[in-house]
């Protein structure tokens, strides 16, 4: 499984940018899939999940209300659309993929096998 993300840039506070994370898989409709961002001098951190049919997500408590995970199981894509942006979401933003055709959404680096190479999202004024 191949992960590239894109869609990172400058922007201003208050801004948005929408994500985006194209898979190499014959079946990605059998991944979960979950974006993570890095901060400098930072842990990797968790963001969101959504599961393989993109019926049951779950967001952690600092993006709640503000990015939406969300996927297009024919363009094998999935998507994090990031709104009301605040400096301290500056971070590379990767994806992760596993494979699951469960409800559980892994929150956790180690629950997921596959990483996208990461895009850089800088918000400042």
């Known amino acids: 499984v191949q992960l590239q993300a894109s869609g990172g840039g400058l922007v201003r506070p208050g801004g948005s940018l929408r994500l985006s994370c194209v898979a190499s898989?014959?079946?990605?409709?059998?991944?979960?899939m979950g974006w993570f961002r890095q901060a400098p001098g930072k842990e990797r951190e968790f963001v969101a999940a959504?599961?393989?049919?993109?019926?049951?997500?779950y967001d952690a408590d600092s993006v709640k209300a503000r990015f939406t995970i969300s996927r297009d199981n024919a363009k094998k894509t999935v998507y994090l659309q990031v709104n009301s942006l605040k400096p301290e979401d500056t971070a590379v933003y990767y994806c992760?993929?596993?494979?699951?055709?469960?409800?559980?959404?892994?929150?956790?680096?180690?629950?997921?096998?596959?990483w996208g190479q990461g895009t850089q999202v800088t918000v400042s004024s």
């Open positions: 959504i599961s393989w049919s993109g019926g049951s997500t």
């Open positions: 992760a993929a596993v494979y699951s055709s469960g409800t559980y959404l892994p929150k956790k680096e180690r629950e997921y096998l596959y």
């Open positions: 898989v014959r079946t990605f409709s059998s991944y979960v």
